[in-house]
C-alpha cells in the first residue's frame, strides 16, 4: 500500500497551495483520512481529517478557516486547500489513512502513511 502527497512547493505569505494525496494497491473509500505535517525540530501534528463519505470534518485549530480537506472517492484522491499561508505552515505534509471510518486526530488510529511533500512560505 503506498500513499503519495504531492502539490507542495515554495509560496510568499498570503498565498494558497493546494495538497493531493493519492493511494495505489488499495482503495480508502471506506477509511477516514488526515493530513498531518512536520516542522524541522518539532514532532508531526495533526492538521486536517475527513470521515469516510466527507460528512464530517476535523481540524486543528490553527488552520480553521484558511485549510479545506475534501475528498473523491471516485477518484480515490483527498485533497487539502490552504489558504492565507503563514510562515508557521512550513513543513512537511503527509496524508495518511485511518483504521477507523470516522475522522480521526490521533495518530494512532491511522496506519497507512505516505511520503510527504515540503509546503515552505516565504517572501
Known amino acids: 500500500v503506498q500513499l503519495q502527497a504531492f502539490g507542495g512547493g515554495l509560496v510568499q505569505p498570503g498565498g494558497f497551495l493546494r495538497l493531493s494525496c493519492a493511494a495505489s494497491?488499495?482503495?480508502?473509500?471506506?477509511?477516514?483520512v488526515g493530513w498531518f505535517r512536520q516542522a524541522p525540530g518539532k514532532e508531526r501534528e495533526f492538521v486536517a481529517g475527513?470521515?469516510?463519505?466527507?460528512?464530517?470534518?476535523l481540524y486543528k485549530d490553527s488552520v480553521k478557516g484558511r485549510f479545506t480537506i475534501s475528498r473523491d472517492n471516485a477518484q480515490n484522491r483527498v485533497f487539502l486547500q490552504m489558504d492565507s499561508l503563514q510562515s508557521e505552515d512550513t513543513a512537511v505534509y503527509y496524508c495518511?489513512?485511518?483504521?477507523?471510518?470516522?475522522?480521526?486526530?490521533?495518530?494512532?488510529?491511522?496506519?497507512?502513511w505516505g511520503q510527504g511533500t515540503q509546503v515552505t512560505v516565504s517572501s
Open positions: 495518511a489513512g485511518a483504521r477507523t471510518a470516522a475522522v480521526t486526530s490521533q495518530s494512532e488510529l491511522y496506519n497507512y
Open positions: 475527513i470521515s469516510w463519505n466527507g460528512g464530517s470534518t
Open positions: 494497491r488499495r482503495t480508502f473509500t471506506n477509511n477516514g
